[in-house]
């Protein structure tokens, strides 16, 4: 294959719209590394006489990384209909949450429509919501039953964590990337293959931890192994595995009478048997300094407000996790949140450092925060973002950072004494509440209105320990964290606590 095939140019529609869709790409990044990536992809496909028969999967989560990733597999998919007439189907499919803006999907958007991939019939654009697959469309409206599921979920990790932002806001989202990996793979006759941006060492790697964390939180007794639709192949065994820790995680947060709610959320396994993975990382840079042009110029990529908040830029959970950090320091620990936010703001910029995200995108982040008036700006974004994404009020978010019911109500007294004066003499009426001996409907009521969950979900939650194994051993192996010192009263002593995020 030499560089000079690259110069074909036939008259149809279809490949009028490739053409100049490669056009733009080599206009815009340099190809020898797809071209190179490309004859090592076409030795793996199944079908090497009949490209057209082998559909390739991206998946496309609207982040600067995976949309040089999915304008990467785009080159080599026209490389090889220049070279040979014909080329792979491509699926690409971008699973949607709740923390997902608008402004990420009009990046996906322009992204689309810069690689002509609207026009190509041999390009098949997804999104997955939860379990429901459909077409992609810009202007799809979020899905009612995945934003109550999203709510749920960080509002009961959040008051076993005392709203630590990791498990808060990305243990259960992390589940369902996986899930709709399974769900977009096997949808229609399934896909053969999975581009990854992982090395093989890091696919290991990640194979091993799941498997390890799988094994760990069985040895808890909180979830046996069960039988999986399909272990046919090595991805088929690791979505069965996440499947395991996916049912004793919502088993431990949702408690174990909420078995429809678990089975919501159980993570699909039934991929089709020859599916595989095929790495680019070999030819490919993830620095997105290195393809700021691409990115900004030809993709037409914008660095949204909220959809660019941290180590991310596809999710603007990040900037909730640190509107959190400052209610914590103003309320639960009596500092001011300008104290809390910015400690989260140093630990989330060092996590930038740590994942070598471009100095200037770094700078950016630190601007956003860099005054008491930048400050206040962030606090009233974030606010009006849970507000309006998750139905989360202050005094809801508030209520999580105290973590008040866990543990049969350890922190109660003092939350009710501080927060909700008024209720603070009804304390001995809310522990029979919670503790199920009576059901004052109009108390069931109020303590809804302040903490944003029903009653018996803060039923659950008396009962459960802090944190708890299951959670412990997700957070264990997970690097997105740090110790930081810290004060946990206005004037007490400076103290050492672990916190996490993104």
């Given amino acids: 294959m030499a560089m000079v095939e690259l110069e074909r140019t036939p008259l149809d529609d279809v490949t009028r719209s490739r053409d100049q869709a490669f056009a733009g790409l080599r206009a815009a990044m340099p190809l020898a590394e797809a071209l190179r990536c490309a004859v090592r992809l076409e030795a793996e496909l199944q079908y090497r006489e009949e490209l057209e028969r082998n559909l390739v999967m991206v998946a496309y989560g609207g982040g600067k990384d995976s949309?040089?990733?999915?304008?990467?597999?785009?080159?080599?998919?026209?490389?090889?209909?220049?070279?040979?007439?014909?080329?792979?189907?491509?699926?690409?499919?971008?699973?949607?949450?709740?923390?997902?803006?608008?402004a990420v999907m009009e990046n996906i958007d322009r992204e689309y429509q810069a690689l002509r991939l609207y026009d190509d019939p041999d390009c098949e654009l997804l999104l997955v919501d939860g379990d429901e697959v459909s077409e992609f469309f810009v202007d799809s409206p979020q899905r009612e039953q995945v934003i109550r599921r999203n709510r749920l979920d960080i509002l009961m990790t959040g008051h076993r964590t005392f709203a630590d932002g990791r498990p808060t806001f990305c243990n259960s989202c992390n589940l369902s990337v996986?899930?709709?990996?399974?769900?977009?793979?096997?949808?229609?006759?399934?896909?053969?293959?999975?581009?990854?941006?992982?090395?093989?060492?890091?696919?290991?790697?990640?194979?091993?931890?799941?498997?390890?964390?799988?094994?760990?939180?069985?040895?808890?007794?909180?979830?046996?192994?069960?039988?999986?639709?399909?272990?046919?192949?090595?991805?088929g065994t690791v979505l069965g595995q996440l499947d395991d820790i996916a049912g004793a995680y919502f088993t431990d947060i949702l408690g174990p009478d909420a078995s429809s709610a678990i089975a919501e959320r159980q993570v699909r396994t039934d991929v089709p048997r020859r599916l595989r993975f095929f790495s680019i990382y070999d030819e490919t840079d993830y620095a997105a300094g290195d393809h700021f042009e691409l990115l900004t110029g030809f993709l037409g990529f914008q660095f949204d407000e909220l959809a660019f908040s941290f180590t991310e830029s596809d999710c603007a959970n990040p900037a909730l996790m640190a509107h959190l950090r400052g209610l914590?320091?103003?309320?639960?620990?009596?500092?001011?949140?300008?104290?809390?936010?910015?400690?989260?703001?140093?630990?989330?910029?060092?996590?930038?450092?740590?994942?070598?995200?471009?100095?200037?995108?770094?700078?950016?982040?630190?601007?956003?925060?860099?005054?008491?008036?930048?400050?206040?700006?962030?606090?009233?974004?974030?606010?009006?973002?849970?507000?309006?994404?998750?139905?989360?009020?202050?005094?809801?978010?508030?209520?999580?950072?105290?973590?008040?019911?866990?543990?049969?109500?350890?922190?109660?007294?003092?939350?009710?004494?501080?927060?909700?004066?008024?209720?603070?003499?009804?304390?001995?009426?809310?522990?029979?509440?919670?503790?199920?001996?009576?059901?004052?409907?109009?108390?069931?009521?109020?303590?809804?209105?302040?903490?944003?969950?029903?009653?018996?979900?803060?039923?659950?939650?008396?009962?459960?320990?802090?944190?708890?194994?299951?959670?412990?051993?997700?957070?264990?192996?997970?690097?997105?964290?740090?110790?930081?010192?810290?004060?946990?009263?206005?004037?007490?002593?400076?103290?050492?606590?672990?916190?996490?995020?993104?």
């Fill in 328 to 502: 914590k320091a103003e309320r639960l620990f009596q500092r001011s949140y300008d104290e809390g936010m910015t400690e989260y703001v140093e630990f989330a910029l060092g996590l930038m450092r740590k994942k070598d995200i471009p100095a200037g995108l770094i700078e950016m982040m630190r601007a956003r925060y860099d005054s008491p008036d930048a400050l206040r700006r962030m606090r009233k974004l974030a606010a009006e973002y849970a507000l309006e994404t998750f139905a989360l009020t202050e005094s809801h978010l508030v209520c999580m950072t105290y973590s008040p019911f866990i543990g049969q109500g350890a922190g109660l007294e003092q939350f009710l004494e501080r927060e909700h004066p008024d209720l603070a003499g009804r304390l001995t009426e809310i522990r029979d509440l919670l503790a199920g001996v009576t059901a004052d409907q109009e108390l069931a009521a109020r303590l809804e209105d302040l903490s944003g969950l029903e009653c018996e979900r803060l039923q659950v939650l008396y009962g459960r320990p802090t944190q708890g194994p299951v959670i412990d051993l997700i957070l264990r192996g997970d690097p997105h964290k740090a110790v930081i010192e810290t004060k946990h009263t206005q004037n007490g002593p400076n103290t050492f606590e672990q916190i996490s995020g993104r």
């Fill in 67 to 102: 949309s040089y990733t999915l304008a990467f597999v785009r080159a080599m998919q026209l490389i090889l209909y220049r070279v040979h007439g014909r080329t792979f189907r491509m699926r690409v499919a971008t699973n949607r949450h709740a923390g997902m803006p608008r």
């Fill in 178 to 235: 996986f899930n709709a990996f399974g769900v977009a793979a096997s949808s229609g006759t399934g896909a053969d293959l999975i581009i990854t941006g992982d090395s093989p060492r890091e696919q290991r790697q990640y194979t091993a931890w799941v498997g390890r964390l799988a094994r760990q939180i069985r040895a808890t007794g909180n979830n046996p192994a069960k039988q999986h639709a399909s272990t046919g192949n090595g991805f």
